[in-house]
């Protein structure tokens, strides 16, 4: 799908996610608002169809604008990255709030498999470095 016709899908559904295309063949994706199992599927979909269309490298996925995650999405989460690494990209999470740090532990998620860190210039700058500390897959 072209880039036009995503962003019109994506706002038909109500989706307020973002994204931009920052220097080296990366990528940013910023999420805004709940995220239910549509919208991550939805969200899925634009994520890989930008990587494939920009050939992308790398994308950092901002979370700072979502205000619950759970277990569902988390695994969403952990499914969108090792898609985008199926296409070469590696991902990394950004912007997880204090409050849902501590519910995924809480809820036991596992998100060792994903490179996280706490905000999207640390991001940026990891993509820039070449991300060393990319966890690898088990």
Same mark, same amino acid.
């Given at each position: 799908l072209e880039d036009r016709t995503l962003r019109r899908l994506a706002w038909f559904l109500g989706m307020s996610s973002r994204g931009l295309t920052i220097p080296e063949a990366s990528l940013v994706l910023h999420l805004l608002g709940i995220i239910a199992t549509d919208r991550a599927l939805l969200f899925i979909a634009i994520l +890989? !169809?930008?990587i494939r269309s920009e050939m992308a490298r790398a994308? &950092?996925?901002a979370l700072s604008g979502v205000p619950a995650v *759970? &277990?569902?999405?988390?695994n969403h989460l952990l499914m969108a990255a090792k898609a985008a690494r199926l296409l070469g990209a590696a991902a990394i999470i950004t912007g997880i709030s204090t409050t849902n740090a501590e !519910? +995924?532990?809480r809820l036991g998620v596992d998100m060792g498999q994903v490179l996280t860190l706490? *905000? +999207?210039e640390s991001a940026i700058r990891e993509i820039g470095d070449g991300i060393h500390s990319q966890p690898s897959e088990s």
């Open positions: +890989l !169809t930008c994308v &950092s996925i *759970d &277990s569902a999405v988390a !519910t +995924l532990a706490s *905000d +999207l």
